[in-house]
């Protein structure tokens, strides 16, 4: 089964920026056929969905929270996919969550495959 690793979280003054990344944890498998999508969770709210981008590449979605700071992208060749976070806001304060799903989507339900989570705390 195909399990998933983010790296890149961290402490970060607001309007700084980070950028995430998200693997595959087991040798031989693939992200190529997924959709890969990242969520986050603050404490005491519901997981949200952030960004996911096509297996292709192709199509990518944002969170109207998040549009035009945050850019998802992917690198079939490495195997991963990154979603760098700019002007970042002590609202983005939550985990971080990558996920692998068959379709464009920013619905948590519609993803099969999780990571464990990375925080990211945005504060002076």
């Known amino acids: 089964q195909l399990q998933l690793v983010e790296s890149g979280g961290g402490l970060v003054q607001p309007g700084g920026s980070l950028r995430l990344s998200c693997a595959a944890s087991a040798s031989g498998f693939t992200l190529d056929p997924y959709t890969v999508g990242w969520f986050r969770q603050a404490p005491g709210k519901e997981r949200e969905g952030v960004s996911c981008?096509?297996?292709?590449?192709?199509?990518?979605n944002y969170a109207d929270s998040v549009k035009g700071r945050f850019t998802i992208s992917r690198d079939n060749a490495k195997n991963t996919v990154y979603l760098q976070m700019n002007s970042l806001k002590p609202e983005d304060t939550a985990v971080y969550y990558c996920?692998?799903?068959?379709?464009?989507?920013?619905?948590?339900?519609?993803?099969?495959?999780w990571g464990q989570g990375t925080q990211v705390s945005v504060s002076s």
């Open positions: 996920a692998a799903g068959p379709m464009v989507s920013l619905l948590a339900g519609d993803f099969t495959s």
């Open positions: 981008i096509s297996n292709s590449g192709d199509s990518t």
